[in-house]
């Protein structure tokens, strides 16, 4: 591997595209730690350290890097951008006028990119809205009494509302710099650069509060998960897909044979987000009323807020099953799957063209979708897990959602970097 990266190096228009990258990841980085016009930061980092992990707003602030509870210029990170094209591939599937633009090939993809842009702005100014709202009342940081903010006027409360929006979109151009300048999907890398910012603080925190030894089986099962997504990661049902011959005036074409992929993780890191989100209504709705007498709220606040209860640990794991069935049914549609194969002349082995085709495809997903979503729950179960059985931080390094953007987006990029290689000529990172 190594030597591969040699490689890449030696060849100027790969080191080009590396050093590009290197380079707006440390712009992006840079950026996460320039504070917000009318922040207090001495009182922010003071609150900071002594804040307890987890709580209301510990994904968004894991895919910030810690930038959002710092009230940076990029404290809303790749957040707004992720929701937003979580929403248009959700909306493509129920506006006919999204379906069509998405078949209408790259000029209908231009269109969908362009209105993902317009709603993640929109979802930025809403979500900095909320959060310059909770600094200015001293609700974002709980148990903090210091002023995070040296004024609470509206003109302070505008401009960083304005100064954060603007970061979100300054990400997205970054981003897509990354995309068409570099190696890799920019958005992706930007996500693992922020996951990757705070991995090495929440791992030391680990050792600061349990000591040498736990930290040593912390380390150890770290290594066993992430070898296990990998394999996970990896894996993939493989249908063979054979194709008629046929002649297209004096030529023949077709018979050759491919296969339809299925991975096992269909549905990606997507579920987790949906249930995570979905869970931090309620509790949202508790910290807006701490003092009401509701037992609604009550039982909310009992079982449903601290991440350590097994009625949570259950609901999120149910949840995120949900979800992984729900995302793979929008995401991959063997009705279109099985029209286009008996469209171009393909077919599956023993099965025939049309229904029957659509058929085995859906058998075949929901039994590869089950171990798919126990693997995302039991994933995600690995902190809440850990916070209950060594008091650690809710932001444990290996497990939930960090390991597998990590991992996720490592494999990816390598792949990339791969397959420039082998246009090359040279060896790959796999002998």
């Known amino acids: 591997m190594l030597g591969a990266f ?68 990029f404290a809303l990170g790749i957040m707004p951008y992720i929701t937003a094209s979580i929403i248009l591939q959700l909306l493509v599937v129920v506006i006919p006028r999204l379906e069509a633009l998405k078949k209408e090939g790259q000029a209908g993809q231009t269109k969908i990119t362009q209105y993902t842009r317009y709603l993640t702005l929109g979802l930025a100014v809403l979500q900095a809205t909320g959060i310059v709202a909770l600094a200015r009342s001293g609700a974002l940081l709980q148990g903090c009494t210091r002023d995070l903010l040296h004024d609470d006027g509206t003109a302070t409360f505008l401009v960083m509302v304005i100064t954060m929006t603007a970061g979100t979109a300054v990400i997205m151009w970054l981003g897509e710099l990354i995309t068409d300048r570099g190696i890799g999907n920019g958005m992706s890398i930007l996500i693992f650069t922020q996951v990757v910012a705070t991995f090495p603080a929440a791992l030391w925190s680990v050792q600061t509060s349990q000591g040498w030894v736990t930290f040593g089986i912390v380390m150890v099962i770290g290594l066993l998960l992430v070898a296990g997504v990998i394999f996970i990661e990896q894996a993939q049902r493989r249908i063979p897909v054979q194709y008629a011959r046929r002649m297209v005036g004096r030529k023949m074409f077709g018979g050759n044979s491919t296969y339809i992929p299925l991975k096992v993780n269909q549905a990606g890191i997507i579920p987790v987000i949906f249930a995570s989100s979905l869970l931090y209504l309620p509790a949202m709705a508790v910290q807006f009323n701490p003092e009401s007498q509701n037992p609604v709220l009550d039982f909310i606040g009992t079982y449903l807020v601290g991440g350590d209860h097994p009625l949570y640990m259950a609901t999120y794991f149910l949840l995120i099953i949900f979800f992984t069935y729900f995302y793979v049914s929008i995401t991959f549609n063997p009705v279109e799957v099985a029209d286009n194969m008996k469209k171009y002349g393909g077919f599956i082995p023993g099965i025939r063209a049309g229904k029957p085709t659509e058929d085995y495809l859906s058998y075949v997903l929901s039994r590869i979708t089950f171990p798919g979503a126990l693997y995302l729950g039991a994933i995600s179960l690995v902190p809440l897990v850990a916070f209950a059985m060594i008091n650690a931080s809710q932001n444990f390094p290996f497990g939930g959602t960090s390991i597998l953007i990590m991992v996720g987006v490592a494999l990816d990029t390598v792949k990339q970097i791969e397959s420039q290689l082998q246009q090359r000529n040279y060896e790959g990172f796999l002998k």
């Open 6 to 73: 040699a490689n890449a190096f030696r060849t100027p228009d790969l080191r080009r595209k590396l050093l590009f990258v290197l380079l707006i990841v440390t712009i992006f980085r840079l950026g996460s730690q320039v504070p917000t016009p009318g922040v207090h930061v001495a009182n922010v980092q003071a609150c900071i350290n002594q804040l307890e992990e987890g709580g209301l707003y510990s994904l968004i602030n894991l895919f910030s890097g810690g930038a959002l509870l710092q009230l940076t210029i």
